[in-house]
């Protein structure tokens, strides 16, 4: 789809995923084992404006139970052999029908310059 010259895709992913992470401080978060994730893009030959949700679930007895939520917006700018990319994700856990919140909740914001070919 095409508008305003930005060509419009997105992705859809369901998945199973076996994560870990371990801190120092916080010691370990095992991530839950289903995800789904929506990606959709606006994007033409130097620019790239994104949004991406994801969602973690657990199993439950007869439906999945959300856990955790991430949400990121960006944008990328290519010019020539360089690009310059802004992007800021926030997590929160999600309130479920267990009534808790046993997710986590962060983030970050990042601005990075790449130099380098594209296929």
């Known amino acids: ?3 305003l010259g930005l ?3 997105f992705t ?3 998945g199973y995923q076996d994560y870990t ?12 084992p289903i995800y789904t994730e929506i990606e959709l ?3 033409n030959e130097w620019l790239d404006i994104y949004g991406i949700y994801n969602n973690e ?3 439950g007895d007869v439906f999945f139970i959300p856990i955790q939520d991430y949400f990121t917006v960006g944008a990328s700018v290519s010019i020539g052999l360089f690009s310059i990319n802004v992007e800021h994700l926030c997590q929160h856990p999600v309130a479920n029908v267990r009534r808790d919140l ?3 909740y962060g983030g ?3 601005i990075c310059i790449t130099l380098g070919t594209k296929p």
């Open 1 to 3: 789809m095409n508008l």
């Open 12 to 14: 859809l992913s369901f």
């Open 102 to 104: 046993t997710g986590k």
């Open 108 to 110: 970050y914001n990042k």
């Open 7 to 9: 060509f419009l895709w």
């Open 57 to 59: 679930m657990e199993f």
């Open 21 to 32: 992470e371990a801190g120092y401080i916080l010691g370990f978060y095992t991530h839950p």
């Open 41 to 43: 893009h606006a994007q």
